[in-house]
């Protein structure tokens, strides 16, 4: 298992180096001025050129790559040329709003996808089995920022019960801070109505959010309960008197789950991504919109430390789900 | 056992999510109300000599004070910080006497030496509004005459000075040079931290996402509307997507929009609970062709161009509320001129520029770029396609990022065949739209065209150093009928500006100097219970 571990963690390595290649080549290669943004629309000539210098954007490339390589290896990820403030200090800002919403969005659709799977499993061709199946369609084909503005529209305008964006009211101040979690602070600092606030400004967006895991989880566990629901095992459990709920729960969805970890890895990745659309519809203060606004002004250094975070955090997951498939199944291990 | 915790559990969820507040109309600060006012734009940076634009400068005009204001629609320039000014007979020296009893949120002072510090601040910076000065004037040009009087003196006659002076804010040297870091002048801590002496200061700042801001009591100006009824502060709330800002309107988080489309604003009129104010803009839009380089270089492409236009239709885009340009400087440009024989549509002339022009005898297509989600400009550029079409010109449309654009248009090689260029001006001085029309201007945003007449560029130069006004005017007119002669640009429109607010928000004052969504919150109040 350790050498399992260890195999792994070297391919890392080696990925994200790739990913760095890749964002500084692509960031470069865009026909955009940023020094001209940061100058300001009016800038003459001169001070567009200052600001150039002073952001180092008139050094060779090799030379503006080897310096980014070099504050990556100290922890550095630049300086936003718009703002000024270090991309770093941004991430440590953004990233826990966009955790909590994953996070959240996480749970929803494991928590929903899995039980709706086996449901679905279970009662096989049933009206139950369509209804789950006409919804898991849905939630992989519709668009996100189309439900999140339907959403919002009906939800929280027409009906509303839920706020239209944000993260707290206006004049509510987050809780103290411990892991930036506004949910976990407020539950541990006994805040329960920040807690029901936060709550009630984080479903939209996590619902919106969750939609297309929750169907790609329902559907992978459907498939994969159908299969064994009708393997010889599950057939001789069953000769034996053992309970359906028993067979289901304690022997059916742990061979089916191992699939559907590799998909919740995979979809962390996508929603971490995902969260670009999702925060710039809901207002939500994450790196997504971060990454909106940097994207808009041409600002490199954010949108590439954007990049690498994703990057690192679906790497990280995907590490976690192969020791996982380990762990779970003895046969990887052994190969 | 398992499943009794569960309900349980989702049932205290549910009702932690029901007990919450619901959302209200407007907030409260104890007795006082707080108007939440929305646009699109963050405001990235709020130092007031690295940056404007219209979100910014909205909060920049809360938290500080300049030395006078323009106000009022035309916009009229007055006292502010300064009671009265005065320049030498060639405009090379002005004086301003400045009042006795402005101070700093920090309780001090703001006396000649602030001035003379702030001004040395933004020219020493050379970032976002020192292009308006940095020509005429050096730090070791302004001088604390006493307390109360400051002097500049600039290094050539430059008449539109004056003109300029609201952008130029006043910051507490004490604050910013107690938060300087490594000789960045305090530029890190503004960024996000005000030192100013403004009618508001700041309480919170979420870049990105929502500022708060609270009114000063004791504001030495004081308020207009009286202090029972002033706000007790204000909040910005970013909101990146009109749907959603509209959204947030109708259910009462906010108060005040910006930014939403002219489809929104005709339909939010209809609603006797809201006020669409709907004022003529001074943005001017215009098709900017390049006069040096490829088919658009032949003048008399631009005017067949030009005269095939469908102007009737430019309007109609916002649905009715804009004006077409009669000038290539808005009404409200000092020296505005209306200009006989500016294009409108007229195919015959159009056909006959176009026979005179080489490139477009074997049919041609050119290139119109505009701003990757400005649907404005999208549907702009469909109204040129339609009209170019009798001309057997094919128009490709492009729709690039604005920095893609600025990119391209920052040289001649690469300057589009056409682009869509939106300018608001950012003074009453003619000499802020003559000035675009410069070859020093080529490669920037509004210069796109390269623009390529000496002449003009002469009496340009001319006009800005003459201090007499009944010299200027005539050269102003000038240079707008040559202009328009040159055919460098299709004039297209002015669209009207636009809001929504909520009928209990009071004093709206709207001034055409204010850029796109800006609004002066100094005057406004919300009369609800």
């Not at chain 2, 108060?255 to 006797?272: G, I, Q, R």
Request: glycine share 8%.
């Amino acid at each position: 298992m350790l050498r399992y571990a260890l195999r792994r963690i070297a391919l890392l390595g080696l990925m994200l180096f790739g990913l760095v290649c890749i964002t500084f080549t692509i960031s470069n290669i865009a026909p955009a001025d940023p020094a001209a943004l940061a100058a300001g629309p009016d800038a003459d000539r001169a001070t567009v050129e200052s600001v150039r210098h002073e952001y180092g954007l008139d050094k060779p490339l090799a030379q503006q790559f080897a310096t980014y390589v070099t504050g990556l290896a100290q922890g550095r990820l630049g300086r936003s040329i718009v703002t000024g403030r270090p991309v770093f200090d941004d991430l440590c800002r953004y990233f826990p709003a966009t955790f909590e919403l994953v996070l959240l969005s996480m749970l929803l659709a494991v928590g929903l996808g899995v039980p709706l799977g086996m449901l679905s499993a279970v009662y096989k061709d049933g009206w139950i089995d369509h209804s789950v199946r006409v919804f898991a369609v849905s939630g992989i084909a519709l668009p996100t920022f189309w439900c999140g503005l339907i959403l919002q529209l009906v939800v929280a305008v027409q009906l509303g019960w839920l706020p239209t964006g944000g993260r707290l009211s206006l004049l509510t101040s987050p809780p103290a801070p411990i892991t930036h979690l506004f949910l976990v602070d407020a539950l541990l600092r006994g805040e329960w109505s920040t807690f029901g606030e936060a709550l009630r400004y984080s479903l939209l967006p996590a619902v919106v959010l969750s939609l297309p895991c929750l169907a790609s989880v329902l559907r992978v566990n459907r498939a994969e309960m159908v299969d064994i629901l009708e393997s010889d095992y599950v057939t001789a459990a069953r000769a034996h008197g053992i309970s359906s709920f028993r067979i289901v729960t304690r022997y059916a969805l742990k061979n089916a789950m191992l699939p559907t970890l590799a998909i919740i890895g995979l979809r962390y990745g996508w929603m971490l991504g995902g969260t670009v659309i999702v925060e710039t519809v809901f207002d939500w203060p994450g790196i997504g919109l971060y990454a909106v606004s940097s994207a808009i002004a041409s600002d490199f250094e954010p949108i590439m430390g954007v990049t690498l975070l994703i990057g690192v955090n679906f790497m990280l997951v995907n590490l976690a789900v192969d020791l996982a498939y380990g762990w779970l199944d003895p046969r990887l291990r052994a190969a | 056992m398992r499943r009794s915790c569960i309900i349980i559990v989702t049932t205290a969820v549910v009702l932690a999510i029901a007990a919450a507040a619901p959302a209200v109309a407007f907030e409260r600060a104890g007795d006082r109300k707080i108007l939440v006012f929305s646009g699109g734009q963050p405001v990235p940076v709020l130092d007031p000599h690295v940056r404007y634009d219209w979100s910014t400068r909205m909060a920049q005009q809360s938290f500080y004070d300049a030395l006078a204001k323009y106000n009022g629609n035309p916009p009229q320039l007055g006292p502010w910080l300064a009671e009265t000014w005065e320049s030498n007979p060639d405009a090379t020296e002005w004086t301003f006497h400045l009042v006795h009893n402005a101070k700093f949120h920090n309780g001090d002072p703001l006396d000649a030496e602030a001035v003379r510090y702030s001004y040395a601040r933004g020219l020493r910076l050379n970032k976002g509004i020192a292009w308006m000065l940095k020509d005429f004037l050096a730090p070791d040009g302004i001088e604390a005459v006493d307390p109360h009087t400051v002097r500049f003196k600039l290094n050539k006659p430059y008449a539109a000075f004056i003109s300029f002076v609201p952008w130029w804010y006043i910051v507490s040297p004490k604050e910013v040079s107690a938060h300087e870091e490594g000789g960045d002048d305090g530029q890190k801590w503004l960024t996000e931290h005000e030192a100013g002496s403004g009618p508001f200061k700041m309480t919170r700042w979420e870049t990105n996402t929502l500022y708060q801001a609270e009114a000063v009591p004791d504001y030495w100006r004081g308020w207009p509307q009286g202090d029972d009824k002033r706000l007790g502060g204000f909040i910005y709330r970013v909101i990146r997507e009109a749907p959603p800002r509209r959204a947030a309107l109708a259910r009462g988080e906010v108060d005040f929009v910006t930014e939403l489309t002219p489809d929104d604003y005709d339909e939010l009129a209809k609603n006797p609970d809201y006020v669409v104010p709907n004022e003529r803009g001074m943005t001017t839009f215009g098709i900017k062709f390049n006069n040096q380089s490829g088919p658009t270089a032949d003048i008399n492409l631009r005017k067949a161009i030009a005269y095939a236009m469908d102007y009737d239709a430019l309007v109609a885009v916002y649905n009715g509320k804009a004006t077409l340009e009669t000038s290539p400087f808005p009404p409200a440009i000092g020296g505005y001129e209306a200009v006989p024989g500016i294009p409108r549509k007229d195919l015959a002339m159009a056909k006959d520029y176009l026979a005179k022009a080489p490139a477009a005898t074997n049919g041609l297509e050119l290139e119109y770029v505009y701003v990757q989600g400005l649907e404005e400009e999208r549907r702009i550029g469909l109204v040129l396609l339609s009209a170019l079409q009798p001309l057997g010109i094919k128009v490709n449309m492009v729709a690039e990022p604005w920095p893609t654009l600025v990119a391209r248009g920052s040289k001649l090689e690469t300057s589009p065949n056409m682009s869509a260029v939106f300018v608001t001006p950012v003074s009453t001085d003619p000499d802020v739209i003559a000035y675009q029309y410069h070859k020093n201007s080529w490669g920037q945003y509004f210069g796109m065209s390269f623009y390529n007449d000496p002449q003009v560029w002469t009496e340009i130069d001319e006009a800005r150093a003459e201090p007499d006004w009944a010299k200027r005017a005539p050269l102003y007119r000038k240079i707008q009928d040559q202009i328009v002669t040159d055919a460098p640009e299709v004039f297209g429109m002015m669209a009207n500006r636009q809001w929504t607010y909520h009928i209990y928000v009071k004093g709206f004052v709207y001034s055409p100097i204010r850029l796109t969504g800006e609004v002066d919150m100094y005057p406004l109040w919300i009369d609800a219970k």
